[in-house]
């Protein structure tokens, strides 16, 4: 079974960025999958909705890593697990993307052209349920300080940042092999159209093409990535946007 899992904690979405995450997943792969969140947001649609618990120790985009844990959100032996950010608009058929194959002790991640101290990207990861448990045990020793850690040394800007940062050196410690999709088939998107034109430019650049995003989206793309503070999908009033995140 294919388990695809997000987070959704408020703040700058809405809880309708769920649905949709997975409604479009459905439109744009023919492969059976059951979609799970965690959340305490009533409005919340997956198949399974699991407590977020506010009060809890664990804080923001750290519960993703609940989902390294083979006991944690129904996980059968042999499972393959997927875990996406919500603030992604997929344009296009993603059965490669979804169905990439992994084996134990691997890590698939998005090929990243941008620049980026990280070789992987908490936006997407797939791999075996269990095999790599040691990223939620290790954390969950001493959830306060890995937390801050990345915050107080200056690598991200907002407290409770950092899982990725984390995922990245576990990765590394572990020797876990990190697969990275063909880095063209995601595409960036920022809310400063300047940072959007330099992205632009990096992308033709890498990939020998005319645009990533114009009125329409480079029909090499299958995921749009938003980034940048206030990376909020729901407020752009764009052509494309109004196509693919339905």
């Not at 079974?1 to 479009?24: A, H, Q, R, S, W």
């Not at 799970?36 to 977020?52: F, Q, R, T, W």
């Not at 194959?101 to 090929?111: A, D, F, H, S």
């Not at 990275?180 to 033709?204: Q, S, V």
């Amino acid at each position: 079974m294919l388990k695809i899992c997000t987070v959704y904690f408020g703040e700058l979405y809405t809880p309708d960025y769920v649905g949709k995450l997975f409604d479009n997943i459905r439109r744009n792969s023919s492969i059976p999958f059951q979609s799970v969140c965690i959340s305490d947001d009533p409005n919340v649609e997956a198949d399974i909705v699991l407590p977020y618990n506010h009060t809890s120790n664990v804080k923001k985009h750290w519960h993703k890593l609940k989902f390294f844990s083979p006991n944690f959100a129904y996980q059968n032996s042999g499972d393959d697990i997927i875990v996406m950010d919500i603030d992604q608009v997929i344009t296009n058929n993603i059965d490669d993307l979804i169905g990439y194959p992994v084996q134990e002790n691997e890590l698939i991640t998005y090929g990243i052209w941008w620049k980026s101290l990280l070789h992987t990207n908490g936006g997407f990861y797939k791999f075996k349920s269990g095999s790599l448990k040691f990223i939620w045990d290790d954390f969950i020793e001493n959830p306060e300080y890995w937390q801050m850690h990345y915050y107080i040394n200056g690598d991200v800007h907002f407290k409770y940042y950092g899982e990725q940062n984390y995922v990245n050196w576990k990765a590394d410690e572990y020797e876990v092999k990190i697969i990275k999709t063909p880095a063209e088939w995601i595409g960036k998107y920022h809310n400063d159209i300047r940072d959007n034109a330099e992205l632009n430019k990096m992308y033709c650049n890498k990939f020998d093409t005319d645009y990533m995003i114009l009125d329409d989206v480079n029909d090499k793309i299958k995921i749009i990535h938003f980034t940048g503070p206030g990376k909020t999908i729901h407020e752009h009033n764009t052509q494309w946007i109004e196509e693919y995140w339905k």
